[in-house]
C-alpha cells in the first residue's frame, strides 16, 4: 500500500490543487524562459548582422585600395557596442587587412564569402558573424564579428528570477486559496465518516446527519440518511427473524439429536451385522473348503474305481451300469466345481489367462464332446465355424469351453426334438483384435418374456417345474454371464416360449503373433460338382458356406427322391455330380436307400458319396452295404469335412475290405521298479492311487499313513517322487514337506518332487501347497491321464 494512501481526504484534496497550480506554474515557467532566450538570441543576431551588413559597406573603398588606416580607424568604431569582442576584415585572396582590437592574432580562421551570403554560428560563449564584402558586384573581402554572449545570458537570468518570483507568489497565493476552499470541502466528508465510524462502533442505526449544501455532498448526506433508516427498519425485522430462528433451531437441534441417536443406534447394528456377514462370509468359505474336501475324497473313491472298473471284462449290462455310474458321478463333480467357480466369482478372485487358442477348434470340440448327449435325444447337432475365421488368437481357452459347454449342455437338455444349431461366426477386425460372436440357438421349449431378467440369477431356472423334470443347480447360466463379463462382454439371450432360444455374445481376442498357415489343399477341388442331400435348412446352409469357402460348385437337394432327379437331369445336360454328400434321416428314403439306389443307377453310380449322420458313426459293414465312400458322424469339423472330401475324391473307395479292431494297449507307462511313496490316511484313496500307479506300470509303491510316517519312510529310501495327501492326523501334507525339505537343506540332500494330491481346489489351495515346499499340485477325484501328465515331467 503507498504512502498517500494513508493520507486524508483533506491533504489529498490540499495536495492535488497544490499539485495541479504548482505543474502549471513550472511549466508556464520553463515555457518563458525558453521562449525569452529564443526571442533575445535572435535579437542579438539581427543586431550584430545589421551591425557586420553596415560595416561591410562602408568598408568597401578601404577593402578596394587596401587602405589599413581607413580600415583600421573605420573598426574602431565598434567600440561603441559592448558586446563586440572582436572584429577582423580579410581581403579577397584571405589577407587580414585590419582587426579590432588591434592585435597580431585572432582566435578563429575566416574566408571571403561567396557573393549575396553571410554566415552565423553560435558557440557557448560566443556569436560569429561573417559578411561578404561588395564593390560592383564583386567581392573584395570578408568582415567577421565576434560578439560575447555574456550580456544575453545576463538577461535571461534575470527575466528567469522575475519570472520565478512571480511563480512563488503565485504558489503561496494559490495555497491559501486551496486550503480555505477543501475545509469547505472535506469538512462534510469528514462528518460523514465520523458518523459511519461512530454507527460501525455502537451499532446505533437512528443517527441522522443535518443537510448543509444541496450539492453532490448534501445528496452524499440524504443517501446517509435514508440508509441508516433502512438499516434500522432491517435490524428490527432481524431481531424479529432471530428470535423465530433460535426458537426453530432449538427444535431442529433436539431432532438432530435425535437422529443422531438414531444414526448411532443404525451405524452400531450395520457394524454388528457386518462383522455378523464377514463371519457368515469366512463361515461360508469355510464350510465351501471343508465340504468341498469331504465330498471330493469320497468321490476320488468312487470316480476312482469306476474308471478301473472300465479296464475290466464286463457284459454289455454291466457295462451300461458303469456307465451310467461314472456319468452321474461325473456330473456330481460338475456341481461341485461349479459351487466353486461361483464362489471364486463372487469373491473376485478368478482371473482369465490370455493364451494362443483356436475359436474354431475350441468350438468343433465342445460340439463334438456333446453330439452323444444330443444323438441319445435323437436331435439334430449343427455346428458352423466361420470359414473366415482367424486359426490362432490370444484368449482363455478353458473359461471359454467352460461358457459354450453350459450354453450348448443346456440347448440340449431342453430341447426334445428339433435342432441345437451352434455358430462361431467372425465380425473382423479392429486394430490388433478380433472379434468374434458366438450363438448357441435351439428348438427347445423356450423362455417366458418376464423369466429371462431373472434368468442369469443364481440358482434359478425358467421356472420351478424345470428342475424336476430337466435337473440341474441353476448356476450354470449365472457363471457363464460373469465368465463373458470377465471376457469384458455380455451374454444376451432371445426368446419366445415354446419355440426355442439363442443365446450369445461377442467377445474380442487380441490378435495372436504366431499364426499357423492354413491349409491351401482344398485349392485342388474347385473342378468338383457336388450335391447336398439333407431335409434340414440349416445343415444345408452350413454345407453351402463350406463349399463356397473352398470353391466347389454344388447344389442342394431336400430329400432322396429330388436328389435323384436333379442327378439324373445333370447327366442329361452333360454335366454329372462327382460328389454327394447325404444325410442319414430324411422322410420317405433316408441316406442309405439314396446311396444304393445311386450305386445301382449305371449313369449315376460313378458319383462319389460321402453319408453325413447323426445317429453316430456307420460301422465298415454298413458303410459297404449302402456303397459310400465315406461317413462323417454330426457335428463334425470343417477340418474332418475337408479330409473326407480330400480322400473320398483321390480313391474311388475310402473303404477298406476289412478294418481290425484295434486292441486295447497293455504296454505300461513307465518302469515297474520306480519307487514311489504314497501318502494318504483315506484305505479308499489308497487303493484308488494304487491302483491308478500300477495301470501306469509303477507298483513298487510304499504307504505312508500320515505325515510322520512321510518323514521317517523318505529317510531311509530314495523315492523318485511322493504324492502328498495334505490333511491327516499326527501331522499333516504342509507340515511333512517343511520337514523333509529342512532336512533337505540341513543334510545337503537330494531333492524329493513332492506332488500334492488333495482334495482341496478352493482359491488359493494350489499356491499354498507349492508355498509349503511342494512342487507340483492335482486335486481330488483323479482321473488315470490327468495323474500321468502330472507324474510324468517328474520321470522324464
Known amino acids: 500500500m503507498s504512502r498517500s494512501s494513508k493520507l486524508s481526504i483533506e491533504r489529498k484534496l490540499r495536495y492535488a490543487m497544490m499539485t495541479t497550480a504548482e505543474i502549471g506554474l513550472l511549466v508556464s515557467l520553463l515555457v518563458f524562459s525558453v521562449s525569452d532566450y529564443m526571442k533575445s538570441r535572435d535579437a542579438m543576431l539581427e543586431r550584430i548582422q545589421n551591425l557586420a551588413q553596415v560595416f561591410s559597406t562602408n568598408s568597401q573603398a578601404s577593402v578596394y585600395f587596401e587602405d589599413k588606416a581607413a580600415a583600421t580607424e573605420l573598426l574602431q568604431g565598434l567600440n561603441v557596442v559592448s558586446t563586440i569582442q572582436e572584429a577582423h576584415l580579410f581581403l579577397a585572396n584571405g589577407e587580414r587587412l585590419a582587426s579590432y582590437p588591434k592585435t597580431d592574432t585572432f582566435t578563429f580562421k575566416a574566408q571571403p564569402t561567396p557573393p549575396s551570403e553571410r554566415t552565423a554560428r553560435f558557440s557557448d560563449d560566443y556569436l560569429d558573424v561573417s559578411q561578404a564584402v561588395y564593390f560592383d558586384g564583386k567581392p573584395l ?91 434500522s427498519s432491517r435490524d428490527k425485522q432481524l431481531n424479529e427473524h432471530k428470535k423465530e430462528l433460535e426458537s426453530t433451531v432449538e427444535l431442529r437441534t433436539e431432532a438432530l439429536n435425535l437422529a443422531n441417536t438414531n444414526l448411532q443406534t443404525a451405524i452400531e447394528e450395520a457394524n454388528q451385522a457386518k462383522e455378523t456377514a464377514l463371519e457368515a462370509a469366512q463361515t461360508k468359505s469355510a464350510f465351501l473348503a471343508n465340504m468341498s474336501h469331504e465330498i471330493r475324497t469320497p468321490m476320488n473313491g468312487v470316480l476312482g474305481m469306476l474308471e478301473l472298473m472300465k479296464d475290466t471284462e464286463l457284459d454289455k449290462g454291466q457295462r451300461d451300469y458303469l456307465n451310467t455310474a461314472y456319468g452321474s458321478a461325473d456330473a456330481l463333480l460338475q456341481i461341485i466345481n461349479d459351487i466353486l467357480d461361483f464362489s471364486k466369482i463372487e469373491a473376485g478372485k478368478l482371473e482369465l489367462e490370455t493364451i494362443d487358442m483356436s475359436p474354431s477348434a475350441l468350438t468343433d470340440d ?61 465380425k473382423g477386425k479392429d486394430g490388433s483384435r478380433h472379434k468374434v460372436r458366438f450363438e448357441v440357438e435351439d428348438t427347445g421349449i423356450g423362455i417366458a418374456a418376464d423369466v429371462i431378467p431373472k434368468l442369469f440369477e443364481p440358482f434359478s431356472q425358467a421356472d420351478n417345474s424345470t428342475t424336476r423334470k430337466f435337473g440341474g443347480t441353476g448356476l450354470g447360466l449365472t457363471i457363464s454371464r460373469q465368465l463373458v463379463e470377465l471376457m469384458d462382454s455380455q451374454l444376451q439371450v432371445t426368446s419366445e416360449q415354446g419355440k426355442g432360444s439363442c443365446f450369445f455374445f461377442e467377445v474380442d481376442f487380441e490378435e495372436s503373433h ?113 456303397d459310400l465312400h465315406g461317413c462323417l458322424a454330426k457335428p463334425f469339423r470343417q477340418s474332418q469335412l475337408l479330409d473326407a472330401t480330400m480322400e473320398v475324391m483321390n480313391r474311388h473307395s475310402a473303404i477298406p475290405d476289412e478294418v481290425p479292431e484295434a486292441p486295447k494297449s497293455t504296454e505300461k507307462q513307465f518302469g515297474e521298479q520306480i519307487p514311489v511313496l504314497l501318502v494318504e490316511d483315506n484305505p479308499v484313496n489308497q487303493k484308488v492311487a494304487i491302483a491308478m500307479l500300477k495301470k501306469l506300470g509303477l507298483s513298487n509303491v510304499d504307504i505312508a499313513a500320515n505325515g510322520q510316517e512321510a518323514v521317517d519312510m523318505s529317510a531311509g529310501k530314495g523315492y523318485t517322487f511322493a504324492l502328498m495327501d495334505c490333511q491327516m492326523p499326527v501331522m499333516s501334507g504342509y507340515e511333512a514337506t517343511n520337514v523333509i525339505r529342512k532336512r533337505e537343506q540341513q543334510q545337503k540332500g537330494i531333492h524329493l518332487p513332492i506332488i500334492a494330491m488333495t482334495a482341496n481346489a478352493m482359491e488359493g489351495d494350489r499356491e499354498k501347497c507349492i508355498k509349503a515346499g511342494m512342487d507340483d499340485y492335482i486335486s481330488k477325484p483323479i482321473k488315470v491321464d490327468s495323474l500321468k501328465n502330472i507324474i510324468s515331467p517328474w520321470l522324464s
Open 141 to 231: 573581402g570578408t568582415i567577421v564579428i565576434r560578439a560575447s554572449l555574456d550580456s544575453l545570458y545576463q538577461q535571461i537570468t534575470l527575466n528567469v528570477l522575475a519570472a520565478l518570483m512571480i511563480t512563488i507568489l503565485a504558489i503561496i497565493i494559490t495555497y491559501i486559496f486551496a486550503f480555505r476552499m477543501q475545509r469547505q470541502i472535506t469538512k462534510p466528508i469528514t462528518e460523514l465518516a465520523q458518523a459511519m465510524k461512530q454507527v460501525s462502533i455502537y451499532q446505533f442505526y437512528d443517527h441522522e446527519l443535518e443537510k448543509k449544501s444541496n450539492d453532490e455532498i448534501g445528496q452524499l448526506y440524504d443517501n446517509f440518511n435514508e440508509m441508516m433508516n433502512q438499516i
Open 366 to 426: 465342445v460340439c463334438a464332446l456333446l453330439a452323444g448327449k444330443a444323438r441319445e435325444k435323437t436331435i439334430e447337432l449343427g455346428c458352423y465355424t466361420d470359414v473366415n475365421m482367424p486359426e490362432s488368437v490370444k484368449g482363455d481357452p478353458v473359461r471359454l469351453r467352460q461358457v459354450l459347454t453350459n450354453l450348448i449342455g443346456n440347448a440340449v437338455k431342453f430341447t426334445t426334438e428339433g435342432e441345437v444349431i451352434v455358430r462361431a461366426l467372425y
Open 514 to 626: 504366431t499364426l499357423p498357415v492354413k491349409s491351401q489343399k482344398h485349392m485342388v477341388l474347385n473342378d468338383i460338382y457336388a450335391l447336398v442331400v439333407d431335409d434340414n435348412p440349416t445343415n444345408r446352409e452350413i454345407m453351402h458356406k463350406y463349399l463356397e469357402a473352398w470353391n466347389i460348385d454344388h447344389a442342394s437337394a431336400e430329400n432322396g427322391i429330388q436328389a435323384l432327379e436333379k442327378m439324373k437331369d445333370a447327366v442329361t445336360a452333360g454335366r454329372p455330380f462327382d460328389l454327394v454328400y447325404l444325410d442319414m434321416q430324411m422322410p420317405d428314403m433316408d441316406g442309405l436307400e439314396v446311396s444304393k439306389a445311386i450305386a445301382s443307377d449305371n449313369k449315376l453310380h460313378s458319383a462319389r458319396r460321402i453319408m453325413l449322420t447323426s445317429a453316430g458313426q456307420l460301422s465298415m459293414r454298413e458303410q459297404r452295404a449302402a
